[in-house]
């Protein structure tokens, strides 16, 4: 579900570097919310049912291991009893993760 705003927040402090600077590093990916963005960039292009999105996933994770980086990933838990009425709205309204 995320925090409402972070991006905006974060703005000022964010920094774009190339690739190679993540080499021989520890790199923490949110699984869910890579598999999200993909599933959004390949919608337009193919079925869902191709599963392209599994191969851009591939590509990302081969380029950060030919780098020698050590992979984290972290998954959707179990919602905190805080958010669950949010959830709860939005899974009713039908409203897709990572868009308001």
């Not at 927040?9 to 774009?16: F, M, N, V």
């Not at 980086?69 to 009893?81: E, L, R, T």
Request: aromatic share 6%; hydrophobic share 40%.
């Amino acid at each position: 579900m995320g925090v409402k705003n972070l991006w905006d927040i974060l703005e000022s402090c964010k920094k774009t570097l190339p690739l190679h600077h993540l080499q021989n590093k520890r790199v923490c990916i949110d699984l869910s919310c890579w598999i999200i963005q993909l599933q959004n960039v390949n919608k337009s292009h193919c079925a869902m049912r191709d599963k392209v999105y599994l191969r851009g996933l591939f590509h990302r994770l081969r380029a950060l291991i030919a780098l020698n980086c050590s992979i984290i990933f972290v998954a959707d838990g179990s919602i905190p009893s805080i958010k669950l009425a949010t959830y709860r709205r939005r899974l009713k309204l039908g409203i897709e993760a990572g868009h308001p």
